[in-house]
């Protein structure tokens, strides 16, 4: 019998690992809820197994068959921490949030996810990241390091989604560049004006 569960949780892990979706529904359909979100291999929920392997799609099957988006890492880690820790992290975190992911949840070392995508995620994919954490409620005012990072560094595409998304420039330090806050200071009065138009 328990050859039999050992070569169960083997079939399953392998399903998850090489996304193979059509394997990996029948095989949930024998795990119940608590199963789905124990450790099932080397400490890892099949949720984590998921995110390492890079799978968002066998994550959104494992999700909608009972596993918990709120459900911690082996080391601890939301899953949401550990999704912006890969390097296909956007759907990974998508799925999650999608799935009731709390979007306020800090690591263990205490950042935020909006840190955490300032950290993780490279310079083109930093706005599509911040933009998703937005839709699911994160506040992007409430980390104004980031509009301060994106003016030092003269970061036209972010300083121009920040501020289209509503950011309002905090206190500023004197390193920043002047060409970065007169930048930064025309669109917000665009922005202003977009907004001022589709009040009346």
């Keep these: 019998m328990f050859?039999?569960?050992?070569?169960?949780?083997?079939?399953?892990?392998?399903s998850i690992e090489n996304g193979e979706l059509d394997t990996l529904g029948p095989l949930l359909n024998k795990f119940d809820e608590q199963s789905l979100n124990s450790p099932v291999h080397q400490g890892?929920?099949?949720?984590?197994?998921?995110?390492?392997?890079?799978?968002?799609?066998?994550?959104?099957?494992?999700?909608?068959?009972?596993?918990?988006?709120?459900?911690?890492?082996?080391t601890g880690e939301p899953l949401t921490a550990l999704a912006l820790a890969q390097t296909n992290s956007l759907p990974l975190l998508s799925?999650?949030?999608?799935?009731?992911?709390?979007?306020?949840?800090?690591?263990?070392?205490?950042?935020?996810?909006?840190?955490?995508?300032?950290?993780?995620?490279?310079?083109?994919?930093?706005?599509?990241?911040?933009?998703?954490?937005?839709?699911h409620g994160a506040d992007l005012n409430s980390y104004p390091a980031l509009l301060v990072s994106a003016l030092q560094q003269f970061d036209q595409p972010l300083i121009q989604f920040l501020i289209k998304s509503g950011c309002a420039l905090p206190e500023l330090p004197a390193s920043i560049p002047a060409e970065s806050i007169t930048y930064a200071n025309r669109l917000i009065a665009d922005y202003q004006i977009q907004q001022q138009f589709l009040q009346r």
């Design 3 to 14: 050859e039999f569960l050992k070569g169960r949780e083997q079939k399953l892990i392998e």
């Design 44 to 74: 890892q929920t099949v949720m984590e197994l998921a995110i390492h392997a890079s799978q968002p799609h066998a994550l959104a099957l494992i999700l909608s068959k009972g596993g918990l988006a709120e459900t911690r890492s082996s």
């Design 95 to 135: 799925v999650l949030l999608a799935a009731g992911a709390d979007v306020h949840q800090p690591d263990m070392q205490g950042r935020g996810l909006l840190q955490l995508c300032v950290d993780n995620c490279a310079s083109n994919q930093l706005p599509l990241h911040l933009s998703r954490l937005q839709q």
